[in-house]
């Protein structure tokens, strides 16, 4: 990566004004990152940039780089910047705990949408991420690298949009990478555009980056405008079976919602909260199974579930676990700390799937409880279980988890 030192000084100016400065933090996986949230900003609006450096580079210096005055990104966005854990370039050990990351960004934030951008190397990660897990993203823009593995076979990866960029004149990473990452995303039948910068050599060119931006936010928007149509439709033919108590359509209207927009995300988990115990089970644990894809709405939903029905609530226990949401994190917790052994269990699998730093916590804190008042209890494994998937150590006793808690930071 060449544009560290040329690039250094031009670039020490100031964020945005409409940004507060960036943080420095340290996920429950070990990845450093940098963060610029907008100042007052609002969950669930703004875009999320998940931006990955290059090759012997580190996100402090890049976070400059992509906030500087050059840089064509929105200025309501929120930048997410992460490091690569060894030699500041990524490799195989980060897949999976930069995937964490970027799915506590979007729990934590509720993004519009979420771009990956990538120069060099942080372009070839761009380009693994989005194909390991195209759900991640709502699209993304490698710049100047090249796709790393297979087009995956599946509905999320043909949806996911990618505007590669690379210039013609590049003496690092040959122009050739991008072209054969094109094809490959071509013949997968991906959504692909190639924008090939004439006399460009290895750094990026940012009026590229806002084509990029401007290609692939006019498709999210499309597609946007007919999933809201779609759903809004589908609601109001649920809530003309919920009235007619219809109970068989009900429980299939709730189950055929599967994507929910975020505007519309209120109104679907208000009614899977009127229906979450109802007696018509089959209702109910549709209406709960809905309340999980309502994001932070849903949370609300399925707190009213108690922990003794055995029959709801390992349901709801997986429902919050799908939220994404940090405040699933409080009634997983007390899900964790009831005498039913099904429903603990169901809560710590569902916190190790919700990952992030509430999570962890609520496991160690449900890991302490059970060792006071449920030595015995299966729930045990199950935590510590959740618990390495969250942070990708390994301890059994509720006190080592706590001191490593302290020791880096995250209590």
């Known amino acids: 990566m060449n544009h560290s030192s040329a690039f250094a000084v031009l670039f020490l100016v100031s964020a945005s004004a409409l940004a507060a400065p960036p943080e420095q933090k340290v996920s429950a996986r070990g990845l450093t990152y940098q963060l610029r949230v907008p100042e007052n900003s609002a969950r669930g609006k703004h875009p999320l940039i998940v931006a990955l450096h290059g090759a012997g580079d580190n996100c402090a210096n890049f976070m400059r780089w992509i906030s500087g005055p050059q840089a064509t990104f929105a200025k309501d966005a929120i930048l997410l910047a992460p490091q690569a854990l060894k030699n500041g370039s990524w490799d195989k050990e980060d897949l999976e705990p930069l995937a964490d990351l970027v799915r506590e960004m979007k729990a934590a934030h509720a993004p519009t949408r979420t771009i990956g951008?990538?120069?060099?190397?942080?372009?070839?990660?761009?380009?693994?991420?989005?194909?390991?897990h195209p759900e991640l993203y709502d699209g993304a823009i490698p710049f100047a690298g090249g796709l790393p593995g297979a087009?995956?076979?599946?509905?999320?990866?043909?949806?996911?949009?990618?505007?590669?960029?690379?210039?013609?004149?590049?003496?690092?990473?040959?122009v050739a990478e991008s072209e054969r990452s094109v094809k490959a995303l071509e013949?997968?039948?991906?959504?692909?555009?190639?924008?090939?910068?004439?006399?460009?050599?290895?750094?990026?060119?940012?009026?590229?980056?806002?084509?990029?931006?401007?290609?692939?936010?006019?498709?999210?928007?499309?597609?946007?405008?007919?999933?809201?149509?779609?759903v809004a439709k589908k609601i109001a033919e649920l809530e003309k079976s919920l009235?007619?108590?219809?109970?068989?359509?009900?429980?299939?209207?709730?189950?055929?919602i599967t994507r929910v927009p975020a505007r519309l995300a209120p109104k679907l988990a208000g009614l899977?909260?009127?229906?979450?115990?109802s007696a018509e089970e089959t209702v109910a644990l549709a209406a709960i199974a809905a309340a999980g894809r309502c994001g932070t709405d849903g949370v609300a939903a399925l707190k009213g579930i108690a922990g003794t029905n055995e029959k709801?609530?390992?349901?709801?226990?997986?429902?919050?676990?799908?939220?994404?949401?940090?405040?699933?994190?409080?009634?997983?917790?007390a899900y964790l700390k009831t005498k039913s052994d099904t429903v603990a269990t169901a809560?710590?699998?569902?916190?190790?799937?919700?990952?992030?730093?509430?999570?962890?916590?609520?496991?160690?804190a449900g890991l302490s409880n059970c060792e006071a008042l449920l030595p015995a209890s299966p729930r045990r494994d199950a935590i510590n279980t959740a618990l390495k998937k969250t942070t990708g150590q390994s301890f059994s006793k509720a006190s080592e988890w706590k001191k490593w808690l302290a020791e880096s930071g995250k209590k």
């Open 117 to 132: 951008f990538g120069f060099s190397r942080g372009a070839y990660y761009t380009f693994h991420l989005g194909t390991t």
């Open 347 to 364: 809560a710590a699998e569902a916190l190790g799937k919700l990952g992030g730093d509430a999570a962890t916590g609520a496991l160690v």
């Open 243 to 256: 009235k007619e108590k219809s109970w068989e359509a009900a429980a299939a209207g709730f189950t055929a």
């Open 272 to 277: 899977a909260k009127a229906h979450a115990t």
């Open 151 to 174: 087009v995956p076979d599946s509905d999320d990866m043909r949806r996911l949009p990618f505007y590669v960029c690379h210039g013609d004149a590049d003496d690092v990473v040959p």
């Open 312 to 333: 709801l609530a390992p349901a709801a226990a997986s429902a919050l676990g799908e939220t994404g949401s940090p405040a699933a994190a409080e009634p997983l917790l």
């Open 187 to 230: 013949t997968g039948k991906v959504p692909v555009k190639f924008e090939k910068v004439a006399g460009l050599k290895h750094t990026v060119d940012w009026a590229a980056v806002k084509r990029g931006l401007d290609w692939v936010n006019g498709i999210l928007d499309e597609r946007q405008k007919a999933l809201d149509d779609e």
